[in-house]
């Protein structure tokens, strides 16, 4: 512990408006064009955030046969219109980026092992898609070890991605118009900025709080697959691994100063709650993740969370754009709504006094009391 505050004390020492829309109708569903009902904002100073889970564009290693199509440029074209317009977008790297080659991990349980490298060049599907912010603490950061964290940091920043979440890098400073937003990620993984010291998180959420306008927190917790689809409000043990305590850790880093909290790594969708007027989503699923990671059923669900807050954070509105993953393709709409029915049911059961309503069709709304 002391070792790890220490890091982190040295660490810490050491892009706005957009009117908020509710969809309709999709630009690939029929080959009809997306149809806009706004709904008004509040004022002209709001913020739109947008958050997905899990990326993972296609791997070089073992091979190039785990890498798709066309070079991957066709994967995020179908979401990249709503993703483009938010003030900050949102999403989980797993694995690398690195074209060269590499020394992989060695797994404890082999039968659980997977390793991603995606090719350098991959990195712009990022940027024409609007996806701003990513977060690189996750179990997969460190599938090519110090050279591979390295690589994806160096790659990252020349594209002008902000990122966060490996040791060295804990957290990013940034400014969209006149708004300056800090980002911090945490993972239970090595590498990364441990999930389960909380005093070195709290002190890192604080520092952003001091200097920021908003302040975005990713968490990569909780057991993963369909079986653990629930919010214990318990550390969560898979594999032998304490995954942390999803539900506890979003709070805290809310009383420490977080303005929303973006949860992945479960690879299936959780619900969703309200905490001090700020948005908690607890998992986002999987959204882009081509090659050998499940999308059947529930695991395929990609939803595309919206939300909408004054400039301080304070939750006014949001809207979850459902979307599905089928092997060997990316995040297509689903006019049936499948990812916003899923987390309004599970929000109902995990939080049934949550201040949020969540519609079928997605949208979300406070409750009057």
Not at 237 to 259: Q, V
Request: proline share 4%; glycine share 10%; aromatic share 10%.
């Amino acid at each position: 512990m002391t070792r790890t505050l220490y890091l982190v004390t040295a660490l810490i020492a050491g892009w706005s408006f957009y009117n908020f829309y509710s969809y309709t109708d999709y630009a690939t569903i029929g080959g009809k064009k997306i149809v806009n009902t706004p709904v008004p904002s509040d004022s002209l100073s709001n913020i739109i955030l947008m958050g997905v889970g899990d990326i993972m564009l296609g791997s070089n290693y073992p091979s190039g046969d785990f890498l798709p199509p066309a070079g991957g440029k066709n994967l995020l074209k179908a979401v990249a219109p709503i993703l483009s317009r938010a003030d900050v977008s949102f999403g989980n790297l797993e694995g690398v980026i690195m074209s060269e080659s590499g020394t992989p991990k060695q797994c404890k349980q082999p039968n659980y092992c997977y390793v991603f490298k995606s090719p350098d060049e991959y990195v712009q599907h990022f940027v024409d898609a609007g996806i701003d912010l990513l977060s690189v603490a996750n179990n997969h950061t460190g599938d090519f070890g110090t050279k591979g964290r390295m690589h994806t940091a160096e790659v990252l920043s020349k594209a002008g991605i902000q990122f966060a979440g490996h040791e060295t890098h804990p957290y990013t400073i940034f400014k969209r118009g006149t708004v300056t937003y800090g980002f911090c990620a945490f993972a239970p993984n090595a590498g990364t900025v441990s999930i389960l010291q909380t005093e070195a998180a709290i002190a890192i959420i604080k520092k952003l709080q001091d200097s920021c306008d908003i302040v975005i927190v990713s968490m990569h917790a909780g057991a993963e697959g369909s079986r653990y689809n629930h919010i214990t409000q318990k550390s969560e043990i898979f594999l032998g691994e304490n995954r942390g305590n999803p539900y506890s850790f979003a709070r805290m880093a809310i009383d420490a100063g977080a303005d929303i909290v973006w949860g992945h790594g479960p690879h299936v969708v959780r619900a969703v709650d309200l905490y001090k007027n700020r948005f908690i989503a607890y998992s986002m699923g999987n959204f882009a993740t081509y090659g050998t990671i499940n999308t059947l059923g529930k695991t395929g669900f990609a939803p595309i969370i919206e939300i909408e807050t004054d400039r301080t954070g304070n939750f006014i509105r949001g809207k979850i754009h459902s979307a599905l993953q089928q092997k060997g393709r990316g995040p297509f709409w689903d006019s049936t709504y499948k990812a916003a029915k899923e987390i309004k049911r599970l929000t109902e059961i995990d939080f049934p006094k949550s201040a949020l309503i969540v519609s079928e069709k997605g949208e979300i709304r406070q409750k009057k009391f």
